[in-house]
């Protein structure tokens, strides 16, 4: 089975890196050195062009990912994430990353909602989310804008009433293929100083 070969893999190759201690090279501490954190999206073409693209090293950044690289809630994970950057890392700036071409661009639920059918969730079980107030639909539903999704995240942290005032948080959309940059948001214009 594929899933075994890949951990199969992993661990000898882990045991190997440990032995061999290839990991001296990526030792830093936990506290960024450019005092930023980055929420970004999962995408694999992002994983190793967004920090050169950003000129980042090991340990310059927190970078937080997710689907989209999305604030969705004020209260979820990524905003906890992002408080606890601020708080314990002394964080100074949040960069919210969109990128062009993501896939949850105009995802289609209702396909997902299928596939976890086809995978054996059980068409009881989303029912009951959807009594309990979850609309599994509405909750996977991506974005249709990479600009707005941008713009929506910035203003989810930048309002966050336990943000303070003086972190900047900025808003840009990179280009899978190249590491382009584009500024869609300068969080220093509305820092109050």
């Known amino acids: 089975m594929e899933i075994k070969n890949n951990l199969e893999k992993i661990l000898t190759f882990n045991k190997e890196f440990v032995e061999t201690k290839e990991y001296e090279k990526y030792q830093t501490t936990k506290y960024p050195?450019?005092?930023?954190?980055?929420?970004?999206?999962?995408?694999?073409?992002?994983?190793?062009?967004?920090?050169?693209?950003?000129?980042?090293?090991?340990?310059?950044?927190?970078?937080?990912?997710?689907?989209?690289?999305?604030?969705?809630?004020?209260?979820?994970?990524a905003m906890r994430s992002i408080l606890i950057c601020i708080y314990e890392f002394n964080i100074k700036e949040v960069f919210i990353v969109g990128h062009y071409d993501c896939g949850v661009s105009n995802l289609n639920a209702d396909k997902i909602v299928e596939k976890m059918e086809s995978k054996g969730i059980d068409m009881n079980?989303?029912?009951?989310?959807?009594y309990s107030g979850i609309n599994v639909k509405d909750w996977m539903?991506?974005?249709?804008?990479?600009?707005?999704?941008?713009?929506?995240s910035v203003s989810v942290v930048r309002n966050h009433p336990l943000v303070p005032k003086d972190v900047a948080v900025h808003g840009l959309i990179m280009d899978p293929l190249t590491g382009e940059i584009n500024l869609v948001i300068n969080g220093f214009d509305s820092i109050e100083k």
Do not use: Q, W, Y
Not at 50 to 70: F, T
Not at 125 to 130: G, I, R, Y
């Open 33 to 77: 050195e450019k005092r930023i954190v980055i929420v970004s999206c999962m995408d694999t073409r992002l994983t190793e062009l967004l920090p050169k693209a950003m000129n980042l090293k090991n340990g310059d950044a927190k970078i937080i990912k997710n689907a989209g690289g999305l604030v969705v809630h004020p209260f979820g994970s």
């Open 125 to 130: 079980t989303l029912n009951t989310l959807f």
């Open 141 to 152: 539903h991506g974005f249709d804008c990479v600009e707005e999704s941008v713009e929506r």
